[in-house]
Structures are given as structure tokens and as C-alpha cells.
């Protein structure tokens, strides 16, 4: 597949909540997933399909999601961008919050490398 059909597909499914067939459809084995801020209990680097869909299974399990706005994407050679608004309340501690990242993957071989999370301060 090419990036632009790579990232397609991977907002078409984002936009029906369906992020872990996401994962396993666009993701490479030897995915590299990296957030711009360390999280409790979650390092910022992690590696590997299994250790993605791990982290992709704990924000489910432990957030509400009211609303998701998935914008893009926004293609190039290799890479492509897409911007993500989530509304959600955290279910430990019952907070709601308003999310808005920036994704940054990178494609080779038809499947998705590495991701890279970028995120709006106020």
C-alpha cells in the first residue's frame, strides 16, 4: 500500500472509534510509538504491535469518550499527519477533558513504522 492509502484508511477507521483495527491492519510488527510527555505508569517510548495495542487497550478501558473529531490526513512522501479531538472523562478519577494531538507517522514498506504524538498547550 502507498502512504496516502495507508493513511486513509487508518482516519477512515479512526473516525468509527475502530482503533485497534487500525493497529492491526496498518501497524507494522516493529512499530515505534512515541508521546511527547511520559504518562503514569506509561513510558513515552514503547515498541513493538503488542506493547501498542496494550497502550491502545488501557486508554479504552480506562476513558469515556464523549466525542472524536479525527481531521486529515495530511500526506507526504512517507509520512503523513493526523489531528485528533477527543472529549473524554477519566474513569479512575471522573475528570473531563478535551484532548488535541497531532500524529506524525512515518510508512514503509505499506505499513506504519513509527508514530509520533504532538500535543496543543494552552
Known sequence: MSTVEVAKGLVDLCRQGKYMGAIEKYYSDKIVSVESAEFPGMPAEMK???????????????????????????????????????????????????????????VENGKIVREHFYYKTS
Open 48 to 106: 513493538g504491535i503488542e506493547a501498542i495495542k496494550g497502550k491502545t487497550k488501557h486508554f479504552e478501558e480506562n476513558n469515556e469518550i464523549h466525542s472524536a473529531e479525527v481531521n486529515g490526513p495530511f500526506v507526504g512522501e512517507k509520512q503523513f499527519a493526523v489531528q485528533f479531538k477527543l472529549d473524554v472523562t477519566q474513569k479512575p478519577s471522573g475528570k473531563r477533558m478535551k484532548l488535541d494531538e497531532v500524529g506524525l507517522y512515518t
